[in-house]
């Protein structure tokens, strides 16, 4: 198998070896990132530059933190400068809520008065055409929910509270790593949706609309946990 | 204003600190991204993340700064200077500490290179996010880090330290 990483330095280097500082500061996609892992896994060469990779990595965070934070002048300058910078504009649906207000405002009490029981006649008159429409449309028939005692009792009256019958549920913790796209792209796969918000970084997934046989929704749950964006998933009711 | 100063006026220092090679000017840089910031914030889309608009504007006010500095060569002085504040990389691999000598050699990447590699290990962006902040087609956002890393282990090799790539 050819090597993926390249021995000459005049050689160009390869996709693979280009990904490698991406895969070491955690900003691949879930793809991406586990083409590299298949690839360090399968070329000891490649994995030797990874690790030098990785002391790179550490080495700048090092020297970056080791530059301290700016004097307390720069705060007091920016702030300065924004005090010092001319009044903003409102923006446009201020200025025309200010504007409305303003209208209202310049109208004498006797008008705004008359503009009031003008708007209630006007509500009246459209109440009444409204009902008188409705009546003239609904017919005679009504309907009561009943129980008829004559059709087939084959479905039962009460809905089934067993497990099997709701579409099965998970709380999952997405690995830290994980970006909005993988974790969308995880959800269309899996066709699960989030019914529940992130409580303690947990959230409630539904998977599908169906109910599944217990076999089936272990084996979804077992697959689920393999996911490299999936830090941890449990069966929940 | 004054909480997004607060979360995010050290990372815009660092980065235009490695850019521009002096406290002073790094410190009147972050006057200038907040500011325009402040005069902005309506532009801000939203499509990206705050850090890499706060980035990109931090970088286009940098090579502004140096831009306006007379001399050409005040870069290399500038890291000469930085560079005497303790040993060279020889002395420093004499001593076998390596993590030494690798941010020894960090600093004295190119501005280019330097960036490229703040960008990706320090500020954790990913290819996309590069390509926006410097302005480079995503391939050569990879291609240039590469580089970096060659130019970095070269460094490393000068002052007498083999680390077994390239």
């Known amino acids: 198998m050819m090597a993926t990483s390249r021995k000459m330095l005049d050689q160009e280097p390869s996709e693979i070896e280009m990904l490698l500082p991406f895969h070491a500061a955690g900003t691949l996609s879930a793809r991406d990132a586990r083409r590299v892992e298949d690839a360090l896994a399968g070329d000891p060469e490649l994995a030797r530059q990874y690790a030098v990779i990785r002391e790179e990595y550490a080495e700048t965070i090092r020297l970056n933190e080791s530059l301290g934070a700016p004097s307390v002048r720069a705060m007091q300058k920016l702030f300065a400068a924004i005090d010092g910078e001319p009044v903003r504009k409102p923006s446009l649906s201020v200025n025309l809520s200010a504007r409305i207000s303003a209208f209202f405002a310049k109208l004498s009490p006797r008008t705004l008065a008359w503009s009031a029981s003008l708007g209630a006649v006007a509500l009246l008159l459209q109440a009444g055409v409204i009902g008188a429409v409705l009546m003239k449309n609904q017919t005679a028939s009504f309907q009561t929910a009943s129980l008829s005692m004559n059709e087939p009792s084959s479905a039962p009256i009460t809905r089934d509270l067993g497990v099997a019958a709701a579409p099965p549920r998970a709380l999952v913790r997405f690995a830290p790593e994980a970006r909005i796209a993988d974790i969308t792209a995880l959800l269309d796969t899996y066709q699960a949706s989030i019914v529940d918000g992130a409580k303690g970084g947990m959230f409630r997934l539904q998977f599908g609309n169906r109910a599944m046989s217990k076999d089936e929704a272990a084996s979804l749950l077992a697959r689920l946990q393999r996911e490299k964006i999936v830090s941890l998933a449990v069966a929940t009711p | ?166």
């Not at chain 2, 980065?15 to 500011?35: H, W």
């Not at chain 2, 889309?45 to 931090?58: D, H, K, N, P, Y």
């Not at chain 2, 302005?135 to 990879?142: A, R």
């Open chain 2, 1 to 166: 204003m004054q909480v997004l100063y607060g979360r995010h006026h050290v990372r815009v220092f660092r980065f235009g600190l490695r850019l521009v090679r002096d406290e002073q000017v790094a410190e009147d840089l972050i006057s200038e991204v907040f500011l325009d910031v402040w005069r902005q914030a309506g532009k801000f889309e939203g499509r990206s993340a705050v850090t890499t608009w706060l980035l990109a504007i931090t970088r286009f006010k940098a090579l502004s700064a140096l831009r306006r500095r007379k001399d050409v060569g005040l870069d290399e002085e500038a890291a000469n200077a930085i560079e005497d504040t303790s040993d060279d990389p020889e002395v420093v691999a004499q001593k076998k500490d390596t993590g030494e000598a690798l941010r020894k050699c960090l600093t004295a990447l190119s501005s280019e290179h330097r960036e490229i590699v703040d960008l990706v290990y320090y500020h954790e962006k990913s290819v996309e996010e590069v390509a926006g902040i410097v302005g480079i087609p995503e391939n050569t956002v990879k291609t240039r880090l590469f580089y970096a890393r060659k130019k970095l282990a070269e460094l490393l090799k000068a002052a007498g330290i083999e680390r077994g790539w390239p």
